[in-house]
């Protein structure tokens, strides 16, 4: 199993970003998917999950995010808009454990990107 995250940068305040999380060594298809956040200083938080036809994201996302998935790719995306401050983060990809439906919590996270840096700032 391999999570490989890309697409973090800097931008400014209301730009854009999509982040990708290439996979590999499993069936995309047979398990949640998330979206984690973890500024400096705090824990990692919820973001975004996609799974058996479901998406969830955490309130200050609504709106702005969009989690997606390419099962031929085997790739699942997070689509930033309107970016805050607040949004920079090292931003991870994680599978949650199969049959679990506790998405918001790590601890039932079994793998994890490396990360990517997203900066918001003037």
């Known amino acids: 199993v391999q999570l490989a995250e890309s697409g973090g940068g800097l931008v400014q305040p209301g730009g854009s970003l999509r982040l990708s999380c290439a996979t590999s060594?499993?069936?995309?298809?047979?398990?949640?998917m998330s979206w984690f956040r973890e500024a400096p200083g705090a824990e990692r938080e919820f973001v975004a999950s996609i799974g058996y036809g479901d998406t969830h994201y955490k309130n200050s996302v609504k709106g702005r995010f969009t989690i997606s998935a390419d099962n031929a790719k085997n790739t699942v995306y997070l689509q930033m808009d309107r970016l805050r401050p607040e949004d920079t983060a090292v931003y991870y990809c994680?599978?949650?454990?199969?049959?679990?439906?506790?998405?918001?919590?790590?601890?039932?996270?079994?793998?994890w990107g490396q990360g990517t840096q997203v900066s918001v700032s003037s």
């Open positions: 060594g499993f069936d995309l298809n047979s398990y949640y």
């Open positions: 994680g599978r949650l454990q199969r049959g679990s439906f506790y998405y918001s919590r790590t601890q039932y996270y079994e793998a």
